[in-house]
């Protein structure tokens, strides 16, 4: 069963840099790896998007490594409004050659002041 | 500003009884997606709507249903809602394929409660 893995909560204190992992290991050939953070009660907010290697924006980075089976989202310097659920979201290969859009479960990250 | 917006925020329904949430968007975006997120989990995708050509996901049940009258609207109707069905239902926009360097827009969604 195609499906993704992230570490279910991570803790940081203000200031460090933060960086969750996806394991993805049927990844759709020609498919993006998205990130979104949620807040509660909220819809999830986009925050990066590639393909392979590295990309960075304004509030974080992601890096994808050549097999494109795992990604990991960079927070640089988190502050207490980054307490919030990250997600990935990727397009997987599941059974009978079937392709489904599938969300991570999520990672809590809870920013220590 | 270019959004999503889905009204209501809180629906509250009958076991029972049919219920339509709605979506609509001023992005111009060809594509759109109804998820359903339960307490504490990822959101789930129902299907989306590829300009009038709708997909459905295999594990949907059909209690779930859509209509796209046009570009801007989307609907979610859910013909006999079950206690399993509380939920916030979210709305997503795309303007091609999502995954395919297509970022999806969210709506706040709406949270439904079935009694």
């Known amino acids: 069963l195609a499906k993704t893995t992230q570490p279910i909560s991570m803790d940081s204190y203000e200031g460090q840099e933060v960086n969750i992992t996806c394991s993805h290991n049927?990844?759709?050939?020609?498919?993006?790896i998205t990130w979104y953070q949620q807040f509660p009660s909220q819809g999830p907010r986009f925050i990066i998007q590639?393909?392979?290697t590295k990309v960075t924006n304004e509030v974080a980075s992601l890096f994808i490594p050549a097999d494109r089976k795992s990604s990991t989202l960079s927070l640089p310097r988190v502050s207490l409004s980054d307490t919030a659920v990250y997600y990935c979201?990727?397009?997987?290969?599941?059974?009978?050659?079937?392709?489904?859009?599938?969300f991570g479960k999520g990672t809590k990250l809870s920013v220590i002041p | 500003d270019a959004m999503v917006i889905q009204n209501p925020r809180y629906q509250v329904t009958q076991f029972g009884k049919p219920v339509t949430l709605s979506c609509s968007q001023t992005?111009?975006?060809?594509?759109m997606y109804w998820y359903q997120q339960k307490s504490s989990q990822a959101p789930k995708l129902l299907f989306h709507?590829?300009?009038?050509?709708?997909?459905n996901e295999a594990d949907t049940p059909d209690n779930f249903q859509s209509r796209r009258p046009n570009t801007s609207f989307c609907f979610l109707d859910i013909r006999s809602p079950g206690l399993g069905d509380a939920a916030m239902y979210l709305c997503?926009?795309?303007?091609?394929?999502?995954?395919?360097?297509?970022?999806?827009?969210f709506g706040p969604g709406t949270r439904l409660l079935v009694l």
């Open positions: 992005l111009n975006h060809n594509v």
């Open positions: 709507y590829y300009d009038k050509d709708f997909n």
């Open positions: 997503a926009t795309s303007r091609g394929t999502s995954g395919r360097g297509e970022t999806q827009y």
């Open positions: 590639g393909y392979k």
């Open positions: 979201l990727v397009g997987l290969y599941s059974g009978a050659g079937s392709y489904q859009l599938t």
């Open positions: 049927n990844i759709a050939t020609n498919d993006y």
